[in-house]
């Protein structure tokens, strides 16, 4: 009766996170392959659909407080795309473990960058007018 409770909670969570534009869905995979037991195909598949939905929430207050640098949004948005499919197609073909080790090997690469790099962004919460 209270398996929703650990689901509710991390997808609350990764919500507050994604809002804040700092990676949720990348926790949500964690969660969803290292704790719920879910293949990493399915995990990333899950991962992309509840992605749409938190970006588009999400987008209106960042367009709104101007945190969109808008000359970078085209060629983003359209090497994004292309690199998105082109990822998506080779995954799709490759084994589980080789998934899993280079989603590991990414994260500990991103929390080495996060320690060891000084960040000049400002945490989510922090208005760029002070308020």
Not at 40 to 56: S, T, V
Not at 71 to 84: E, K, R, T
Not at 111 to 129: A, T, W, Y
Request: proline share 5%; aromatic share 10%.
């Amino acid at each position: 009766m209270t398996d929703w409770v650990l689901p509710l909670v991390v997808g609350t969570v990764t919500g507050i996170l994604s809002g804040c534009g700092v990676g949720g869905g990348t926790l949500l995979l964690v969660y969803l392959t290292a704790f719920a037991g879910v293949d990493q195909h399915q995990a990333q598949g899950i991962n992309l659909l509840y992605f749409l939905p938190a970006a588009a929430l999400a987008l209106p207050s960042h367009w709104k407080q101007g945190y969109l640098a808008k000359p970078l949004l085209l060629p983003a948005i359209l090497s994004g795309l292309l690199f998105a499919a082109l990822a998506a197609w080779i995954s799709t073909g490759l084994e589980v473990e080789i998934l899993r080790k280079w989603f590991g090997g990414f994260l500990i690469l991103i929390g080495i960058h996060e320690l060891f790099v000084k960040s000049k962004q400002e945490p989510c919460g922090n208005e760029k007018n002070g308020v």
